[in-house]
């Protein structure tokens, strides 16, 4: 009777796992395309930092043209290269110098291409309707235009690009390609180690032998990142000893976060890695701007080590007057964090003499049928 019922319970149990893996599909699925379309499917700026150089008189009138909509945050410059300097310190992504007869746009194209878009965009418009206002007071007013006047008016508005992208990144989306790199090989390998390290007792030595692993690991994945880029003409200009430093410390924040989460919580803290990479990406910065997310999205990627390593190797690449203390500070705090908790708990069981994950019957179950002597009959 046993072995006859044994086919039918299995197939039972195959079915209720199948179903069960399917709801958790579906579910994840769910999950992450309401995530990704609440970010991302209609990005709108929101008091995206920009600078206005204006006399009194036409400030006004401007300032009412920026702020209508809530898209920009206006910050007054007495002079160009005051906006200048603040757009390379990365403080603002643009600005406008309406002091001459023809206004002025300053951008800065490695700020982020859709602030830039939205910037020439807005100012092409205001320009084209400051023109077509002319042209209407021109004709009511009886006015025959000379050549000159006219071609003045139909000239294209002055844009420069301050900091504009490398010709070898015209899109700008290095950056995004390197951080889900980071993330996933991160996450990989805390996993791999989370399995490796549990194999030795417990003791302060093995702890200080996991965490200098983690860290021998962060300084080689930096060093591939850094070489692969120059496959590509990528931050060719960089310093490659700040770069490599950088690139290190978001690694380590992010394996050694993942491995102390593992530490804690066994192997459902790796999640913690899978969502850097799931989660993070999406709202570090680096394909959509901070300033383009929902208020939750943008606080939360820039508090997380793939956010604020995009942010750090930007400033680094193409705005080295803009202060990263901030963004180094977060994945510090990540890194260091992470490594305690790896180092305190390979440390504390060691009164007991103990093995830990990798248990005795667990080794029996995966090699029990090569470790078992023959039987005689």
Known sequence: MTQENQPVESVSQFRRFAMAVCLIGVLVQLGLTAYYLGMGHKAQPHHLPVGLVSPAAKRTAVM???TQNEYFKVTDYATADDLIIAIKRRDVYGGVDITASKPHLYVAGAAGTAAATLLKSTYTGVVQQQTAAALDEAADAGDTMTVSAAKDLNTPPTVTDVVPLPSDDVNGVSL?????????GGTIASIGLGRLIPRTRRSWRRGIAHVSILIIYAVASAAVILWSMTWFGVGETADRGEMLGIFSLI??????????????????????????FTLGTVISGASILPEFLPSFGKHLGENLPTGAGVQAVRDDLYFP??????????LGL???????????????????NRKSEVELEFVERIEGSERREPVNL
């Open 64 to 66: 009412t043209l920026l």
């Open 176 to 184: 995004g390609f390197l951080t889900q790199a980071l993330a996933l």
């Open 251 to 276: 690694s380590l924040a992010i394996t050694a976060s993942t491995a102390g989460a593992v530490a804690l919580f066994g192997p459902a803290g790796a999640l913690i890695g899978a969502m850097y």
């Open 321 to 330: 007057a803009a202060p990263i203390h901030q963004h180094l500070l977060v």
């Open 334 to 352: 990540y890194a260091g964090i992470g490594a305690l908790v790896v180092l305190i708990t390979n440390m504390l069981p060691n009164r007991k």
